[in-house]
């Protein structure tokens, strides 16, 4: 090397270490940013996640559903325009979760499944890791289950969902622990009361997740997996539990907290609306197993789940009510995935948000909304609606007009 080329290499080095540093600071700003959110502070706590104190009493959760990560760059996207195919790969994916979550500041993000489409994904490990950085980047807590196309790579479901509950800032776990049960994933978050409020130490909002499989292992029953007796009694031993808690000393509550439920494939029960009782589209037929294994009836029977929330049919992002749990849809977010040129990805958002006593004091949860975002010029949030609130658990009411 002659010492001119010398010289200019070392400028380039050091141009390109001055633009590293650069993107460092950018991101350990934007994450304190993200964590002096909400005042009093919606950060992780060990054991678990809190709602935000001061003027908010909110906790929020981004859905990101299908994602379909494959090997970044190289892969390109499925249903644009023509005109928007040369430019757009997995790295569109990737923009629109920092999009999403820049103009969100969710306390929790949760992926749904389809993480990755295996089929595409050359080193499944690799995929993942590119798939869920912008959440272990941006130090958000996240947590996820699997789909039906997270396997078809190079780590089996297992394989997977150990892969994901070794990464940096996730809450996922494999299985509870000393339980003999079906599928990997299957775990529970609690969200405490607000700090210093007489329920900071009880989980006020109960979040349960769930791998509902990939597909009928069971040669006379074709198609998609389903949620088995084993997962079904894990979970209602959990609710019933979490029920006890809350309601026992000390600060005994009269009603459950409520409880959200996140899985990839929708309940055969999703089918039971049209336009005229749901909120959003139903562009494409509800492509659950072909049998009822009864988890909608488990639920409804356990009493504190207010909503579900399911990915898997892109083109479907409705929520609906039926005997008290709204059934809801993401939408599809990947670009990497089948949708519909024209019609946005996108990602649903939940708030739930705290009663304040007349002296006050944050209590328990007193209504849970919902909206989605598009990714759009604007990020338009559409289809806002109120998926629950205090005092009208269960009962029958008008469907709520969209706002
Ligand atoms: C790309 O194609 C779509 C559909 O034909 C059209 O609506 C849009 O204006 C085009 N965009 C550009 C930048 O040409
Ligand atoms: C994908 O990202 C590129 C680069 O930012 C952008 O030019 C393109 O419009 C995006 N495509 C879509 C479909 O959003
Ligand atoms: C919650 O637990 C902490 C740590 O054990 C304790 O200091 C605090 O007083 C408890 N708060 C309430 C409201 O029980
Ligand atoms: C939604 O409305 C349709 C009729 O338009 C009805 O058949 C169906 O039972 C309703 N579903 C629910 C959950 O109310
Ligand atoms: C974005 O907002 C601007 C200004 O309000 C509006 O003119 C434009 O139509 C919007 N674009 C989209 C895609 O919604």
Not at 50 to 77: N, P, W
Not at 181 to 202: P, Q, R
Not at 372 to 400: A, E, F, M, P, Y
Request: with cysteine; net charge neutral; aromatic share 10%.
């Amino acid at each position: 090397m002659d010492s001119f080329s010398l010289l200019f290499s070392s400028l380039l080095l050091l141009i390109l270490a001055a633009a590293a540093a650069d993107v460092s600071v950018d991101s350990r700003e934007e994450r304190s940013a993200l964590q002096r959110r909400g005042e009093g502070g919606a950060a992780a706590t060990p054991g678990g996640l809190r709602f935000s104190g001061g003027r908010r009493g909110e906790f929020k959760i981004l859905q990101v559903a299908d994602m379909h990560y494959a090997d970044g760059k190289s892969t390109g996207c499925l249903d644009v325009f023509p005109n928007q195919t040369a430019t757009c790969s997995d790295l569109n994916t990737t923009a629109f979760v920092y999009r999403v979550i820049r103009a969100e500041r969710p306390d929790l993000v949760v992926f749904t499944g389809d993480n990755i489409f295996g089929f595409d994904a050359t080193d499944a490990t690799k995929s993942l890791d590119m798939a869920f950085a912008p959440a272990v980047t941006l130090e958000l807590p996240w947590a996820a289950v699997l789909g039906n196309h997270d396997q078809e790579s190079t780590l089996s479901r297992e394989g997977v969902m150990r892969h994901i509950v070794r990464m940096r800032h996730t809450l996922s776990r494999l299985n509870p622990d000393g339980t003999d049960i079906d599928g990997f994933g299957n775990y529970n978050l609690e969200v405490y009361g607000s700090e210093g409020s007489s329920l900071a130490n009880k989980s006020v909002l109960n979040l349960y997740f769930l791998d509902s499989g990939d597909y009928s292992t069971v040669p006379s029953i074709p198609g998609y997996g389903w949620i088995k007796p084993s997962q079904q009694l894990w979970f209602e031993r959990t609710s019933s539990r979490l029920q006890k808690e809350y309601m026992s000393k000390p600060e005994a509550q009269k009603n459950a907290a409520p409880g959200l439920v996140y899985f990839h494939i929708p309940l055969p029960e999703y089918s039971s609306f049209d336009a005229s009782n749901f909120t959003g589209v139903r562009q494409e037929g509800i492509s659950s197993a072909s049998i009822n294994s009864g988890f909608f009836a488990t639920m409804v029977e356990a009493g504190d789940v207010k909503a579900v929330f399911t990915g898997h049919d892109h083109l479907n992002d409705f929520c609906g009510k039926l005997t008290g749990i709204q059934l809801c849809y993401a939408g599809g977010f990947g670009y990497h995935a089948y949708g519909k040129a024209g019609w946005s990805r996108r990602a649903r958002v939940v708030s739930a948000y705290l009663e304040k006593s007349v002296d006050g004091e944050w209590r328990g949860v007193k209504s849970i909304k919902t909206w989605k975002r598009l990714d759009d010029q604007n990020l338009s949030t559409i289809d806002s609606q109120v998926l629950w609130s205090k005092g009208n658990n269960g009962r029958r009411r008008k469907r709520s007009t969209k706002n």
